[in-house]
């Protein structure tokens, strides 16, 4: 039988030859002492740092996705196989809708909240509009019609409809307050207004509560009561947004949108007084015009990728007037019920603070 010599043995006689260091090192294997004797050998400190590297880079990638999860919290996961390529993290509870002169068109850019990419907290547009000079009007004007949409994480969606500010949410719910300012509506804007005066501008405060559902559909619906001037009344609008389809370089969705108004905003915008009638010269019969549901409508909204941060943003909307807003002289003599609005915008989109 073989006898093996202990490597340290060798070493020793090594040493006493004459083998250089590095020699000595190939040749002798490490010992495997106590540290509580010895310290730690070489080996055991070489896998030490390797695991405290290894639970810090675990522990930053943690924190990212801490920061990732606090900003873009409770997003839908689209079924790529009915919906196109995921579109991980995109909002889709905040409301785009329309410029402040033109609110009766509120609700139809809510379809873009599917659409406008996940990182973007800021986009600027601007297109032309063909639209009714006022709500309830049967003269059509074209007009330019510039977008602003700001968003900052999931808790201000600021936009030209105003801002809502998501201060309690879980889930994919969220509520909180709602802030307007609603353009003024001139009574030179039509020979249908003459004699009614002017609906000053209103600043319209209120409440706000949104939801997602099936990783397709967005639910909105906001109160908001005039302060100062203006209207001076309550109004109440729903918003139902589903997504239709969406790729990275073309998307669409449609929404559907139906408004309650109070007894003072109807009496601001549909109600003939007396005086009124007779500043008309008699054009303008008197008509009294009561709380209610005032319009119903949809709209389709489209995203087409033009190029990088740019894109196209087609759109078109109808409203129906219900018939105790209908029936005003604004409307039954001089204007339409059925309303419509078609444009399109050209969009340009803006990140700050990129994704880890």
Same mark, same amino acid.
């Given at each position: 039988?073989?006898?093996?010599?202990?490597?340290?043995?060798?070493?020793?006689?090594?040493?006493?030859?004459?083998?250089?260091?590095?020699?000595?090192?190939?040749?002798?294997?490490?010992?495997?002492?106590?540290?509580?004797?010895?310290?730690?050998?070489? $080996?055991?400190?070489?896998?030490?740092?390797?695991?405290?590297?290894?639970?810090?880079?675990?522990?930053?990638?943690?924190?990212? $996705?801490?920061?990732?999860?606090?900003?873009?919290? %409770?997003?839908?996961?689209? %079924?790529?196989?009915?919906?196109?390529?995921?579109?991980?993290?995109?909002?889709?509870?905040?409301?785009?809708?329309?410029?402040?002169?033109?609110?009766?068109?509120?609700?139809?850019?809510?379809?873009?909240?599917?659409?406008?990419?996940?990182?973007?907290?800021?986009?600027?547009?601007?297109?032309?509009?063909?639209?009714?000079?006022?709500?309830?009007?049967?003269?059509?004007?074209?007009?330019?019609?510039?977008?602003?949409?700001?968003?900052?994480?999931?808790?201000?969606?600021?936009?030209?409809?105003?801002?809502?500010?998501?201060?309690?949410?879980?889930?994919?719910?969220?509520?909180?307050?709602?802030?307007?300012?609603?353009?003024?509506?001139?009574?030179?804007?039509?020979?249908?207004?003459?004699?009614?005066?002017?609906?000053?501008?209103?600043?319209?405060?209120?409440?706000?509560?949104?939801?997602?559902?099936? %990783?397709?559909?967005?639910?909105?619906?906001?109160?908001?009561?005039?302060?100062?001037?203006?209207?001076?009344?309550?109004?109440?609008?729903?918003?139902?947004?589903?997504?239709?389809?969406?790729?990275?370089?073309?998307?669409?969705?449609?929404?559907?949108?139906?408004?309650?108004?109070?007894?003072?905003?109807?009496?601001?915008?549909?109600?003939?007084?007396?005086?009124?009638?007779?500043?008309?010269?008699?054009?303008?019969?008197?008509?009294?015009?009561?709380?209610?549901?005032?319009?119903?409508?949809?709209?389709?909204?489209?995203?087409?990728?033009?190029?990088?941060?740019?894109?196209?943003?087609?759109?078109?909307?109808?409203?129906?007037?219900?018939?105790?807003?209908?029936?005003?002289?604004?409307?039954?003599?001089?204007?339409?019920?059925?309303?419509?609005?078609?444009?399109?915008?050209?969009?340009?989109?803006?990140?700050?603070?990129?994704?880890?």
């Amino acid at each position: 039988m073989r006898s093996r010599v202990s490597p340290l043995i060798l070493g020793f006689a090594a040493a006493a030859v004459g083998l250089p260091a590095a020699a000595q090192q190939q040749n002798i294997d490490e010992p495997r002492l106590s540290p509580m004797l010895f310290g730690e050998t070489e $080996e055991e400190r070489r896998e030490k740092v390797e695991k405290e590297r290894e639970q810090q880079r675990e522990a930053i990638e943690i924190s990212q $996705e801490q920061s990732r999860d606090s900003q873009y919290i %409770d997003e839908p996961r689209l %079924d790529p196989l009915l919906f196109g390529p995921e579109y991980e993290d995109a909002d889709v509870t905040g409301t785009r809708i329309v410029s402040p002169d033109d609110e009766e068109q509120q609700g139809f850019f809510s379809a873009l909240n599917f659409l406008v990419p996940d990182e973007t907290n800021l986009s600027l547009g601007v297109g032309p509009v063909f639209k009714p000079d006022y709500f309830g009007s049967n003269d059509y004007e074209f007009d330019a019609d510039p977008q602003v949409y700001i968003k900052v994480r999931n808790f201000l969606f600021l936009d030209d409809d105003g801002a809502d500010i998501a201060i309690f949410g879980f889930s994919r719910f969220r509520i909180g307050p709602s802030l307007k300012i609603k353009g003024r509506r001139d009574q030179d804007d039509n020979p249908a207004l003459r004699g009614l005066g002017d609906v000053g501008t209103t600043f319209e405060f209120g409440g706000f509560v949104s939801t997602t559902f099936l %990783d397709r559909f967005a639910a909105k619906a906001r109160v908001r009561h005039g302060l100062k001037t203006g209207h001076r009344g309550t109004v109440v609008d729903g918003t139902l947004t589903t997504l239709i389809f969406r790729t990275d370089a073309f998307s669409l969705a449609t929404a559907g949108q139906a408004r309650w108004v109070g007894e003072r905003y109807a009496n601001a915008y549909y109600t003939v007084t007396p005086e009124q009638s007779a500043r008309s010269m008699g054009l303008l019969q008197p008509y009294e015009a009561d709380a209610g549901f005032e319009s119903v409508g949809g709209s389709v909204t489209a995203y087409i990728n033009i190029a990088d941060r740019w894109s196209l943003n087609p759109y078109a909307e109808y409203r129906y007037i219900f018939d105790g807003f209908a029936d005003t002289p604004i409307i039954n003599q001089f204007g339409e019920r059925n309303q419509i609005v078609i444009g399109f915008h050209l969009m340009r989109e803006f990140t700050f603070g990129q994704k880890q």
